[in-house]
């Protein structure tokens, strides 16, 4: 069975030069391993990746998490904006405040891992876009947001979504296995025990390219 956990999040990040600053680094993997502690708690029921690279060659930025159920894969992409209402029927805003970076269109995501997946049988699903708020007790709003080719789905609301989609039951394993090609570490599927067991989680990553997704104002988590 392919069904479990492979790679770990936020691995990319290790590298903070993509960042405007070494803080908004921290906030950013902050908001994958949220994610990722959601996500890992349907490693019974599908596989379940993290930090994969997009098959694009040349291309620097990563896919955060992918989760198999059947043949159907479904990418998601984390983020951590600042607190506020987000809507796009004027351009790209907080409020009034243009925020151009939050409607990068995902849309090579999936054409990129269509191609990438072709004979595998896979079916890959518009992708998720999983928004956490940067500051505790202040949420974002993102229910006028539109980001061309990915859903825009609120923290926590990830999980009835998730939740929904392993349904298709165990993971394919040629799909696992093509997907382990993109993995940021060497793939390994771990163990469904505390995390704390496996002692790998102690090796120093591999060094990776720099991400490219930096935002358009000087700190967006403030």
Do not use: C
């Not at 930025?61 to 479904?74: F, K, Q, T, Y």
């Not at 269509?114 to 974002?140: C, E, H, K, M, Y």
């Not at 496996?198 to 991400?211: E, G, I, N």
């Amino acid at each position: 069975m392919s069904n479990g956990i492979y790679g770990r999040a936020a691995t990319g990040l290790q590298d903070t030069s993509w960042a405007v600053n070494e803080n908004v680094a921290k906030i950013g993997a902050k908001g994958e391993q949220k994610t990722e502690a959601l996500l890992n708690g349907f490693a019974m029921k599908a596989a379940v990746l993290h930090d994969l690279r997009i098959p694009i060659p040349g291309f620097k930025a990563n896919i955060d998490h992918a989760i198999v159920s059947g043949r159907s894969v479904l990418l998601i992409d984390s983020k951590m904006w600042k607190p506020g209402f987000y809507w796009s029927m004027l351009g790209y805003r907080r409020g009034w405040e243009k925020t151009p970076h939050v409607g990068k269109s995902q849309e090579y995501v999936s054409k990129a891992m269509n191609t990438f997946l072709n004979g595998t049988g896979a079916r890959v699903l518009t992708p998720r876009l999983v928004v956490w708020s940067s500051r505790d007790n202040q949420p974002v709003s993102t229910w006028m947001l539109t980001v061309p080719g990915a859903e825009v789905v609120n923290g926590l609301r990830i999980v009835p979504v998730v939740k929904s989609f392993v349904r298709g039951g165990s993971a394919d394993p040629a799909i696992v296995r093509r997907l382990q090609e993109l993995l940021v570490k060497a793939p390994r599927a771990a163990k469904q025990t505390a995390h704390w067991s496996d002692t790998d989680q102690f090796k120093a990553p591999p060094p990776r390219p720099a991400r490219v997704d930096v935002y358009a104002d000087n700190d967006p988590f403030a």
